[in-house]
């Protein structure tokens, strides 16, 4: 079979990946002039791997490289290196010039095995980045949910409004891979390179582990019960949690030319969920706080393999498949949402992969593909209408029916690579598809919600209005659940609505949805670019390129982004190790329009679906008939996507301060400033105008579209600015001791926090410039892992930050938009009825006009921190891979370093393994150490009994769709098995 028809057949076979490593580079004298035809040898740890002779440029490359730790050393008439130069290939592409010096002044150094990676200035080793691999990887949690919090710790708050992008094998999008099939993960390295389009700061890169010539594999067991855990701080006893991973990894050779491995994952995972509500008493209708807990069983299968194939020297393919489901009872229950409100969701995720890597003459050619398809459905508990009292409970059936998605993404990259004396060129384009297949019954079974806000009677023992001395009612604020209580009070008392309204009961809105449920939705994207990295002397390096991308849906087709940065490395060059490095940078990074805001705009245009809601329905809890829906007492909604949309942009620049300290350890200092503009955000264009809507008169208001009803349009007008200084240690003290760590001052400010924010005022945005949702001042975060004698390791990983903003509203909705977004306004009368006395001042539920509203996210959170240990204890049996006197992974023998270090730290650092080939290790993973209490989101609305407070602990729902929040600090037992 001819070679490009295989290849052909192989890019739409299923189960294909590939990514291996290529090492290019030029060989130079000290002057900088170029050696033709020197000899260049490509050794790892058991000796040479490959050799070649450099071509008339001087240059030369290694295609086809597993991943690893190498030597690369050249040779040419009377010239030598003064050293073999270390590298630890990744995959994908990498660049290392070499310089020869004469023989005769030729030094022979010997360079530690745990050096830390010296500085450069080659784009790809900013020492701002966190790179972690190996023993590293150990501060990390097993569990998908901790993992990708942790890797959003380490982001931290520099990824701008959108939060931190993940690729995965170069790919976007996706899902997290088993811990134990991950090799690398690299977060914030080459920050403007063109070849992706999220912002530098914030990317977050996992490569997972090739296919090896000798069979390995491991077996592991996490197991978690409440017993050993804490109870929820917001639970009224401890709640029920029974946790059981099973995990595995193998790999091998298939053949003398390919490689497999194969990650196989079951999770059974049985957590209390935890609900913790203020209701009515429906015996004696008093308000009381109501809190428990149910058991919800999750259950999550995952199975990857992944085959490596090398078609010839300069040819490689990888391939890979995986398939994941998951399936959780009595899902949708917790905070405020009751038992009620369950409901059943599975999903069915696969992902098919393939890659190729070819070298052609000078050039390194990658091709790549994925196809994602997830699948999945929910089906509500019961079909009754949703009670929402606002921030006190939600009751009734959960509003999405029996739901159904089908989503598939394509992704095809062409990426190509090559050095030109000088110049190192990648470029490429990438090119992304995806459909989506919605069955959404979404509120189709209605829902009544009471809120706060306004002015009622205030009543007696006997619920009887209390009169003032003229014989008038007493007026007071009304919270949601004094409301909904007097709805069931006076209902029970055969009142009749109007009545019932004008003592402060009465639903404050009913919505509801019809129509067609089904809608498929479509959307492509593309990206090209090119980028140049121009070594213009030993010690400066300047990096030029240039991305454009446009997508379908908007019109939109101007998404230029330049990327320029340089580093420079002061008394560096030639035979010069360098110790400081200044890099800057600038870049233009885009975002694209998601599909699932079009699926919205086309599904709720008033054909396909129709919204009905109806201010101060009189029925409740009776639904009325849908062709009632159409008259003049509902207000039809409408999305509606702005025909000016275009893609939101971030103008990104950094500076940075790198410095090599003693004691291999590394710093650095960076200052980035972000400033973003057509953030995607929406509004009301059909809201009451001005003065003319009163929440408590039925149908008020003056319409500008002349009929009632929201018209919510999304645009992209929002504004976002952004300064940090992050400062970035790395410390390999030794090969026993390993940590990193940072710090991050951050102000971060927007008008908007997404494409679901609306002004709290449609016709007035003054107050909603404010701190961003990222506006978290403080942020600390340190790992590692720390290998004793005895062949213990300890790994400890710590994340502290301070509190976050949240938005303060009313609790009701005072201009007529359906929402219930409003803020309080700035009391200037502290006399004035209904004003409520707050820890951020006194504030209006009810503003006048001429009150100002307070500021969007103007509350601020509490503080948080998270101190998470992973011990472990390794016992090795069976034949021995080396000497037992070394770490077997090096063949053997004691590294001079760790001996001298060991004796040091008076003789506790040690090696993590055994010189055995089968090992069993026994440890525990605790999450929140402490036993720290950290809030989940704070409650904003000022007529909540939670207002300023927490009902919940901070965690949601991971990638496998269930939580493990039952309890608050986390004892997990890990049995590991390696081979």
Do not use: C
Not at 198 to 204: D, H, S, T
Not at 631 to 652: D, F, H, T, W
Not at 825 to 844: C, E, F, M, N, Q
């Amino acid at each position: 079979m001819p070679r490009y028809l295989f290849l052909a057949i192989v890019l739409v076979t299923p189960g294909l990946f590939a990514q291996t490593a290529t090492l290019r580079g030029q060989v130079a004298d000290e002057s900088g002039a170029v050696i033709p035809e020197a000899s260049v040898i490509l050794s790892g740890s058991s000796g040479p791997v490959r050799a070649t002779v450099a071509d008339k440029s001087g240059s030369y490359a290694f295609a086809g490289v597993t991943p690893g730790s190498y030597s690369v050393e050249a040779s040419a008439p009377q010239l030598r290196q003064a050293q073999p130069a270390k590298v630890t290939l990744k995959p994908g592409l990498q660049f290392l010039n070499l310089v020869l010096k004469v023989a005769s002044l030729s030094e022979k150094v010997t360079v530690a095995e745990n050096a830390a990676p010296a500085l450069s200035t080659d784009s790809t080793s900013n020492a701002s980045a966190v790179v972690l691999q190996g023993a590293d990887l150990d501060a990390l949690s097993d569990d998908p949910d901790d993992l990708a919090a942790d890797l959003q710790a380490l982001a931290g708050p520099s990824a701008g409004p959108n939060g931190g992008s993940i690729f995965i094998d170069g790919f976007s999008g996706g899902q997290l891979p088993p811990k134990e099939s991950i090799r690398e993960i690299r977060i914030n390295q080459n920050p403007f390179s063109p070849e992706y389009d999220k912002l530098g700061y914030g990317k977050i890169e996992i490569f997972t582990k090739p296919g090896s010539d000798k069979y390995r594999g491991t077996a592991q067991w996490n197991f978690a019960n409440d017993f050993w855990n804490t109870r929820n701080p917001y639970a009224p006893e401890k709640a029920y949690f029974l946790l059981n991973e099973f995990e595995g990894n193998a790999g091998g050779p298939l053949t003398r030319k390919s490689s497999f491995t194969v990650d196989a994952q079951h999770n059974r995972v049985d957590n209390g969920s935890i609900f913790n509500a203020v209701v009515v008493n429906p015996q004696t209708l008093a308000i009381e706080p109501f809190a428990g807990a149910l058991v919800t069983p999750g259950r999550y299968t995952n199975v990857s393999p992944r085959v490596d194939y090398q078609v010839s020297e300069n040819n490689i393919l990888m391939l890979r498949y995986g398939i994941s489901h998951s399936d959780v009872q009595d899902n949708g229950i917790g905070a405020f949402d009751l038992v009620s409100r369950g409901y059943h969701s599975q999903f069915t995720n696969q992902t098919v992969q393939a890659a190729e890597t070819v070298l052609i003459g000078k050039a390194v050619n990658e091709t790549r593909f994925q196809y994602y398809r997830s699948a999945s459905q929910s089906i509500a508990n019961t079909a009754d209408p949703t009670i929402q009292v606002l921030q006190s409970f939600n009751d009734g059936g959960a509003t999405l029916g029996h739901t159904f998605d089908t989503q598939n993404s394509y992704e095809l990259q062409n990426y190509t690579s090559m050095v030109k004396g000088k110049h190192s060129w990648r470029f490429g384009v990438r090119l992304r598809g995806q459909t989506d297949e919605n069955v959404s019954p979404q509120n189709f079974n209605g829902t009544f919600t009471f809120a706060g806000g306004g002015l009622a009677p205030v009543l007696d023992a006997q619920n009887q209005p209390v009169l003032d001395p003229q014989g008038q009612m007493v007026l007071a604020p009304i919270t949601s659940i004094e409301r909904y209580r007097r709805t069931l009070l006076f209902m029970s008392l055969n009142y009749t609505p109007t009545q019932i309204r004008n003592l402060g009961g009465g639903a404050t809105q009913f919505s509801i949805s019809t129509g067609i449920a089904g809608l498929i939705v479509h959307q492509v994207d593309a990206g090209v670019f090119a980028g140049d990295e121009w070594r213009l002397r030993p010690n400066f390096t300047l990096s030029l390129g240039l991305r454009y991308e446009t997508q379908s849906n908007i019109h939109d087709y101007r998404d230029i982004a330049p990327r320029v940065a340089f580093a420079w490395a002061p008394g560096g060059g030639p035979g010069k190790r360098a110790k400081t490095v200044l890099r800057a940078g600038f870049g233009i990074f885009y975002d694209r329009f998601p599909l699932s805001s079009t699926l919205a705009a086309e599904r709720y245009n008033g054909v396909v679906q129709q919204q009905y809601v109806v201010a101060n329905p009189d029925f409740y809890p009776n639904l009325p008939p849908l062709a009632a829906l159409a008259g003049s007492e509902s207000m039809p909604v409408i999305q509606k996507i702005s025909l000016s949309m275009r893609a939101p942009y971030i103008m990104q620049s950094a500076a940075t301060l790198e410095r090599q300290l003693p004691r291999n350890i590394t710093l650095a200092v960076t200052y980035t400033n972000s400033h973003g503009l057509h953030i995607f955000r929406s509004q009301d264009i059909n809201a009451p105008l001005p003065g003319t809507y009163d929440p408590a008169v039925r149908n008020s208001g003056i319409y500008p579209l002349g009929r009632p009803g929201a018209v919510n349009l999304m645009e992209s007008a929002g504004l976002y600015n952004q300064n940090q200084v992050i400062s970035n240690v790395n410390a390999k003290l030794n090969p026993g001791l390993s940590l990193f760590g940072f710090y991050v001052f951050n102000r971060a400010l927007s008008n908007t926090d997404g494409i679901a924010t609306f002004p709290a005022n449609p016709y007035s945005f003054a107050g909603e410039y404010g701190p961003a949702a990222t506006d978290v001042h403080h942020r600390l975060t340190i790992g590692g892992s720390i290998n004793l004698r005895w062949a213990v390791r300890i790994s400890p990983f710590v994340v502290m930050q301070s509190g976050a903003p949240f938005d303060i509203t009313a609790g009701n909705d005072l201009f007529g938009t359906t929402q219930f977004n409003a803020r309080p306004g700035i009391a200037t009368d502290p006399t004035k009825p209904g004003v409520i006395r707050t820890s951020y001042g006194l504030l209006d539920p009810n503003p006048t006009a001429t009150e100002p509203l307070l500021p969007r996210n103007y509350g601020r959170g509490p503080g948080q921190y998270n101190v998470n240990l992973r011990i472990a204890k390794v016992f090795g049996f069976g034949k021995e891979r080396g000497s037992s006197g070394g770490d077997p992974r090096s063949g053997g023998g004691t590294n001079p370093m760790q001996a001298a270090t060991g004796r040091g730290l008076g003789g506790l650092i040690g090696t993590p393994s055994t010189a055995h080939r089968l090992n069993l290790s026994i440890g525990m993973s605790i999450r929140n150490l402490l036993n720290h209490t950290n809030p989940g989101p704070i409650i904003g609305n000022i007529t909540s009994p939670y207002f300023g407070s927490a009902n919940q602990i901070a965690g949601g729902q991971n990638g496998e769709g269930f939580y493990e929040t039952a309890n608050n600090r986390r004892l997990e037992s890990q049995i590991k098995f390696t081979f």
